[in-house]
Nanobody
Framework: QVQLVESGGGSVQPGGSLRLSCVAS?????????MGWYRQVPGVERELVAI??????NYGDSVKGRFTLSRDNAKNTMYLQMNSLKPEDPAVYYC?????????????WGQGTQVTVFS
């Protein structure tokens, strides 16, 4: 089982930046199948922000060119660098990983971290 803990959320003005962190325990992120970030606002389906699988990273259309997913295997941590934040970016941001065990793929999710953008 993989546990994920996000941090780095907060409040920024439009145009500002934040870096979210997601520390994994229970498994090395170097051995996972995929990792990603999603976001959700109340009453709306969870939205893909970025996902890395098989060496390729895909971004949601609304964050392309502004957000960057990365990881540090030595720290067992993945990051989401968010630049040029917009009023439509506020949400609870969740990190997730997918890994294989017992012949199938599993997903783990963090508890989420709140991002607010205010004028």
């Amino acid at each position: 089982q993989v546990q994920l803990v996000e941090s780095g959320g907060g409040s920024v003005q439009p145009g500002g930046s934040l870096r979210l962190s997601c520390v994994a325990s229970g498994r090395s992120i170097g051995s996972i199948n995929a990792m990603g970030w999603y976001r959700q606002v109340p009453g709306v389906e969870r939205e893909l922000v970025a996902i890395n699988r098989d060496g390729s990273t895909n971004y949601g259309d609304s964050v392309k060119g502004r957000f960057t997913l990365s990881r540090d295997n030595a720290k067992n941590t993945m990051y989401l660098q968010m630049n040029s934040l917009k009023p439509e970016d506020p949400a609870v941001y969740y990190c997730s990983v997918w890994y294989s065990e017992y012949g199938r793929e599993w997903a783990s999710w963090g508890q989420g971290t709140q991002v607010t953008v205010f004028s």
